[in-house]
């Protein structure tokens, strides 16, 4: 295998740069995303150290974080953590990289705002777990929610993630408690593959109440972070951590979202990226699916799914998971021709009648009516009675 050379794109000083650029700016920011695009990563950091940089505000935070820290130190310590951990950094020129989040550079900045304006894509990604990123990602759904879930929300979900994890999906979150622990724990209960994408560190998930689930998560799934080691999971980096979860996956379901929230945020992403938008609704009467409700409401191209059959049949290749759509318990009358459905129609509910007050009753010839007679009877949906025909006793033959 080539190695590649000094500075260029995979190498170790392209590797240590990306940290350090994640160090001196949130992930996404659409400067520093421009000066690598532009310049490569350890030029990018040159040009940044030295002030060349156009955003004012950005360049004089920079410059405050560098004075008295020596950048290629933090970066070599952050990978020597990650080491010892046994994570590691994914850059996009490595195999693994998962090419579909590169699809953010070409999302809008609206509507107007810090939030919406630094959305670019990922310099580097930390991986902790088995599974190679891409792969693991080639065939994937999210699936997110609020964090105070009620019992409707946590059994939707885990049926939904569970399923998609029979059927080799991999099922994409956020670590959270509520829906997103339950996809998590569902998927891992399956057997299948879970990805956490972390607002922090993979070395310190949050929130530290479901550290079990995140040490499980990280043997038989992975723990991703934009964030180097050490990293702490501050309010903002939630909704920057949220446009990954968007672009990564093939689609995203909404379980239970409140009026403002996270999850509804992340689905203006995957709208705004044309991954496939689903939507589970939840009753009128709660807090918890307001926002599912107005998703539904503002977006001709979310989808309403109910269950795995719905989600399965958006994210899947045409025809692959075509279902049927629901109908109640079949019927023999369900079967009748309309002839038959007439004479049928024409025996009282109670009581008898002859084939002659049938005839007029339906408005069909006696020959005709006798015939649809036996065919009835043998059906079982009518009987000879007190020398007229009567609906049959059997259970489930009336109307």
């Given at each position: 295998?080539?190695?590649?050379?000094?500075g260029?794109?995979g190498?170790?000083?392209?590797?240590?740069?990306?940290?350090?650029l994640?160090?001196?700016?949130?992930p996404?920011?659409?400067?520093?995303?421009?000066l690598v695009?532009e310049?490569?990563?350890?030029?990018?950091?040159e040009?940044?150290?030295a002030?060349?940089?156009?955003?004012a505000?950005?360049?004089a935070?920079?410059?405050?974080k560098?004075?008295?820290?020596d950048p290629q130190?933090?970066a070599?310590?952050?990978?020597?953590?990650?080491?010892?951990l046994?994570?590691?950094?994914?850059v996009p020129a490595?195999?693994?990289?998962?090419?579909?989040?590169?699809?953010?550079a070409?999302l809008?900045p609206?509507?107007?705002?810090?939030?919406n304006?630094d959305?670019r894509?990922?310099l580097?990604l930390?991986?902790?777990g088995?599974?190679?990123?891409?792969?693991?990602?080639?065939r994937?759904?999210?699936v997110?929610g609020?964090r105070?879930?009620?019992g409707?929300?946590?059994?939707v979900?885990?049926d939904?993630?569970y399923?998609?994890?029979e059927?080799?999906?991999t099922?994409v979150?956020g670590?959270a408690?509520?829906i997103?622990?339950?996809?998590?724990?569902?998927?891992?209960?399956?057997?299948?593959?879970?990805i956490?994408?972390?607002?922090?560190?993979v070395?310190r998930?949050?929130p530290?109440g479901?550290?079990?689930?995140?040490?499980?998560?990280?043997?038989?799934?992975?723990l991703?972070?934009?964030?180097p080691?050490?990293?702490?999971p501050?309010r903002h980096r939630?909704?920057?951590?949220?446009?990954?979860i968007?672009?990564a996956?093939?689609?995203?379901?909404?379980?239970?979202a409140?009026?403002?929230?996270g999850?509804?945020?992340t689905m203006?992403?995957?709208?705004a990226?044309?991954?496939v938008?689903?939507v589970?609704?939840g009753?009128v009467t709660?807090?918890?699916s307001?926002?599912?409700?107005e998703?539904?409401?503002?977006?001709?191209?979310?989808?309403?799914?109910?269950?795995l059959?719905q989600v399965?049949?958006a994210v899947?290749?045409?025809?692959?998971y075509?279902?049927?759509?629901?109908?109640g318990?079949?019927h023999?009358?369900?079967?009748?021709?309309?002839e038959s459905?007439?004479?049928?129609?024409?025996?009282?509910g109670r009581g008898?009648?002859?084939?002659?007050e049938?005839?007029l009753?339906?408005?069909?010839?006696?020959?005709?009516?006798?015939?649809?007679?036996?065919l009835?009877?043998?059906?079982?949906l009518?009987e000879r009675r007190d020398?007229?025909?009567?609906?049959s006793?059997?259970p489930?033959?009336?109307r």
């Amino acid at each position: 295998m080539n190695t590649p050379a000094s500075g260029s794109p995979g190498s170790p000083e392209d590797r240590a740069a990306r940290v350090v650029l994640t160090w001196l700016a949130e992930p996404g920011n659409r400067t520093v995303w421009a000066l690598v695009q532009e310049h490569g990563a350890p030029a990018a950091v040159e040009l940044m150290a030295a002030g060349e940089i156009p955003d004012a505000s950005l360049r004089a935070a920079v410059l405050a974080k560098l004075a008295g820290h020596d950048p290629q130190r933090l970066a070599d310590a952050a990978l020597r953590k990650a080491e010892r951990l046994g994570a590691r950094i994914v850059v996009p020129a490595d195999d693994e990289w998962p090419g579909q989040v590169d699809s953010l550079a070409l999302l809008d900045p609206e509507p107007p705002g810090q939030v919406n304006r630094d959305v670019r894509p990922p310099l580097c990604l930390w991986a902790r777990g088995p599974w190679a990123l891409a792969d693991t990602l080639a065939r994937s759904v999210a699936v997110v929610g609020a964090r105070a879930a009620t019992g409707y929300g946590t059994q939707v979900t885990s049926d939904i993630a569970y399923g998609l994890a029979e059927h080799d999906w991999t099922v994409v979150s956020g670590g959270a408690f509520g829906i997103d622990a339950a996809a998590h724990r569902a998927t891992v209960a399956a057997g299948g593959r879970t990805i956490a994408v972390l607002a922090c560190g993979v070395d310190r998930p949050y929130p530290a109440g479901n550290s079990a689930m995140f040490e499980r998560i990280a043997e038989a799934g992975l723990l991703i972070s934009e964030w180097p080691p050490g990293s702490e999971p501050l309010r903002h980096r939630f909704l920057i951590r949220n446009r990954v979860i968007a672009a990564a996956t093939v689609g995203t379901v909404v379980v239970e979202a409140a009026a403002r929230s996270g999850a509804a945020q992340t689905m203006s992403r995957v709208l705004a990226l044309r991954r496939v938008a689903m939507v589970v609704p939840g009753p009128v009467t709660s807090a918890m699916s307001v926002g599912c409700h107005e998703l539904l409401r503002s977006h001709p191209d979310a989808i309403l799914v109910t269950g795995l059959g719905q989600v399965l049949e958006a994210v899947g290749r045409i025809g692959e998971y075509a279902s049927d759509p629901p109908r109640g318990h079949s019927h023999p009358r369900d079967e009748l021709d309309q002839e038959s459905a007439l004479v049928l129609e024409a025996v009282p509910g109670r009581g008898t009648a002859s084939p002659d007050e049938l005839a007029l009753r339906s408005r069909l010839p006696l020959r005709t009516v006798l015939r649809r007679l036996s065919l009835l009877e043998l059906a079982g949906l009518v009987e000879r009675r007190d020398g007229g025909v009567a609906l049959s006793r059997r259970p489930g033959a009336g109307r």
